[in-house]
């Protein structure tokens, strides 16, 4: 899922644009120090792009992070690292939730971000995936009946 992809989605609805305030690579994350979120790119502004990630966050001590393969913000080089240590209290997912061989990240992220924006907690929306590789069909599911996206599949 391409940057584009990404902001066209979480542009288009009421619901998503109340906080979200854009797409960004991991060197190039802004201040930010009232309710937003923002989908993150594991890479710097300087090359391809790899991974997404989704942040939460509440207010200037609390951050919610959401990785698709539910690692902490740490695990995520120094802008990343660094960047999370400014919120007192950081909140992740622990659950691995993307079969290892799909491509689907930039999906969770953005599902992750509408679900928030409509008020539910990362607990509840974590509810909705299960432990197994069914949950990439489900994501499918999801954007191709309300935004008619077809996703890609890689192995």
Known sequence: MYASQI????SSGKDATKYFIGVFASDTLPSVREEATIVVNTDTHDQE?????AMHIQDKKHLQFFDSYGFPPTAYGVFISSYSQQFTNIKWNKIHLQSSSSNVYGYNCV????????????????????????NDFRLYQYFKKRYNVNMVFTK
Not at 7 to 10: M, N
């Open 7 to 10: 902001h066209r989605i979480l």
């Open 49 to 53: 792009g790899s991974h997404w990630l």
């Open 111 to 134: 599902f992750f971000i509408l679900k928030i924006s409509k008020g539910y907690t990362m607990d509840c929306i974590l509810h909705d995936f299960d432990r197994n590789k069914q």
